[in-house]
Protein backbone atom coordinates (compact mmCIF):
# COMPACT_ATOMS: atom_id res chain seq x y z
CA UNK A 1 0.00 0.00 0.00
CA UNK A 2 0.96 3.59 -0.90
CA UNK A 3 0.00 6.48 1.09
CA UNK A 4 -0.01 9.95 0.07
CA UNK A 5 0.29 13.61 2.23
CA UNK A 6 0.10 16.41 0.44
CA UNK A 7 1.10 19.83 2.16
CA UNK A 8 1.47 23.24 1.01
CA UNK A 9 -1.85 24.50 0.13
CA UNK A 10 -3.45 27.97 2.03
CA UNK A 11 -4.74 30.84 0.93
CA UNK A 12 -3.18 33.20 -1.30
CA UNK A 13 -3.89 36.43 -3.14
CA UNK A 14 -4.10 36.30 -7.31
CA UNK A 15 -0.96 36.35 -9.14
CA UNK A 16 0.64 34.73 -5.74
CA UNK A 17 2.87 31.12 -5.85
CA UNK A 18 2.45 28.08 -3.67
CA UNK A 19 4.01 24.95 -3.49
CA UNK A 20 2.70 22.09 -2.88
CA UNK A 21 4.45 18.71 -1.69
CA UNK A 22 3.41 15.06 -1.81
CA UNK A 23 5.02 12.78 0.31
CA UNK A 24 4.90 8.81 -0.33
CA UNK A 25 5.12 6.18 2.72
CA UNK A 26 4.47 2.73 2.38
CA UNK A 27 6.70 1.82 -0.60
CA UNK A 28 8.73 3.83 -3.26
CA UNK A 29 6.86 5.32 -5.69
CA UNK A 30 9.78 5.93 -8.07
CA UNK A 31 8.51 3.65 -10.55
CA UNK A 32 5.32 4.94 -10.52
CA UNK A 33 4.04 7.73 -12.93
CA UNK A 34 2.18 10.56 -10.25
CA UNK A 35 -0.09 13.57 -11.05
CA UNK A 36 -2.00 16.20 -9.53
CA UNK A 37 -5.50 17.00 -9.83
CA UNK A 38 -8.20 19.35 -8.52
CA UNK A 39 -11.69 19.45 -7.63
CA UNK A 40 -13.68 23.12 -7.18
CA UNK A 41 -16.15 23.69 -5.43
CA UNK A 42 -19.40 21.35 -7.30
CA UNK A 43 -16.98 20.81 -9.85
CA UNK A 44 -15.94 16.98 -10.77
CA UNK A 45 -12.23 16.58 -10.30
CA UNK A 46 -9.80 17.20 -13.16
CA UNK A 47 -6.35 16.43 -14.16
CA UNK A 48 -3.78 19.27 -13.35
CA UNK A 49 -0.51 18.33 -14.02
CA UNK A 50 1.22 14.67 -14.51
CA UNK A 51 4.75 13.07 -14.13
CA UNK A 52 6.05 9.71 -16.03
CA UNK A 53 8.53 7.77 -13.20
CA UNK A 54 11.75 9.51 -13.87
CA UNK A 55 11.18 13.17 -13.69
CA UNK A 56 11.62 13.15 -17.78
CA UNK A 57 8.38 13.54 -19.16
CA UNK A 58 5.54 15.92 -17.83
CA UNK A 59 2.35 16.97 -18.94
CA UNK A 60 -0.45 20.25 -18.21
CA UNK A 61 -4.03 20.74 -17.75
CA UNK A 62 -4.59 23.71 -21.17
CA UNK A 63 -5.18 25.92 -17.93
CA UNK A 64 -2.18 25.82 -16.22
CA UNK A 65 0.29 25.30 -18.84
CA UNK A 66 2.71 28.04 -18.05
CA UNK A 67 1.55 28.74 -14.96
CA UNK A 68 2.45 25.74 -12.61
CA UNK A 69 5.31 23.08 -13.00
CA UNK A 70 5.35 19.80 -11.92
CA UNK A 71 8.69 17.60 -10.61
CA UNK A 72 9.32 14.59 -8.40
CA UNK A 73 12.47 13.74 -5.81
CA UNK A 74 12.44 10.11 -6.31
CA UNK A 75 15.19 9.79 -3.42
CA UNK A 76 12.39 11.89 -0.91
CA UNK A 77 9.52 9.90 -2.59
CA UNK A 78 8.58 13.60 -3.07
CA UNK A 79 6.71 14.65 -5.93
CA UNK A 80 5.96 18.90 -5.57
CA UNK A 81 3.71 21.25 -8.10
CA UNK A 82 4.70 24.74 -8.82
CA UNK A 83 2.05 27.11 -8.66
CA UNK A 84 2.78 30.88 -10.14
CA UNK A 85 0.59 33.65 -11.09
CA UNK A 86 -2.54 32.34 -9.17
CA UNK A 87 -5.60 32.76 -10.50
CA UNK A 88 -9.32 33.25 -8.73
CA UNK A 89 -10.12 29.88 -10.73
CA UNK A 90 -7.38 27.93 -9.34
CA UNK A 91 -9.47 27.58 -5.80
CA UNK A 92 -9.44 23.66 -5.61
CA UNK A 93 -9.27 20.76 -3.23
CA UNK A 94 -5.84 19.61 -5.15
CA UNK A 95 -5.01 15.84 -4.73
CA UNK A 96 -1.48 13.97 -5.30
CA UNK A 97 -2.31 10.70 -7.15
CA UNK A 98 0.05 7.21 -7.78
CA UNK A 99 -0.51 5.34 -10.87
CA UNK A 100 1.13 1.51 -11.29
CA UNK A 101 1.87 2.96 -15.06
CA UNK A 102 5.31 4.19 -15.58
CA UNK A 103 4.15 7.28 -18.94
CA UNK A 104 2.44 10.14 -18.80
CA UNK A 105 -1.29 9.58 -17.34
CA UNK A 106 -4.03 11.73 -17.19
CA UNK A 107 -7.39 9.94 -16.63
CA UNK A 108 -8.41 9.89 -12.96
CA UNK A 109 -9.04 5.90 -13.67
CA UNK A 110 -5.55 5.26 -14.30
CA UNK A 111 -4.54 6.21 -11.22
CA UNK A 112 -4.60 3.76 -8.26
CA UNK A 113 -3.51 5.78 -4.89
CA UNK A 114 -4.70 8.84 -3.72
CA UNK A 115 -3.63 11.64 -1.24
CA UNK A 116 -6.34 13.26 1.16
CA UNK A 117 -6.51 16.46 -0.73
CA UNK A 118 -4.59 20.04 0.49
CA UNK A 119 -6.59 23.37 0.14
CA UNK A 120 -5.88 25.87 -1.83
CA UNK A 121 -7.28 29.31 -1.81
CA UNK A 122 -6.98 32.12 -4.34
CA UNK A 123 -8.51 35.61 -3.72
CA UNK A 124 -9.00 38.25 -6.38
Known amino acids: QVQLVESGGGLVQAGGSLRLSCAAS????????MGWFRQPPGKERQFVAGINWSGGSTGFADSVKGRFDISRDNAKNTVYLQMNNLKPEDTAVYYCAASFYTGLVARTSEYHYWGQGTQVTVSS
Open 26 to 33: GRTVSAYA
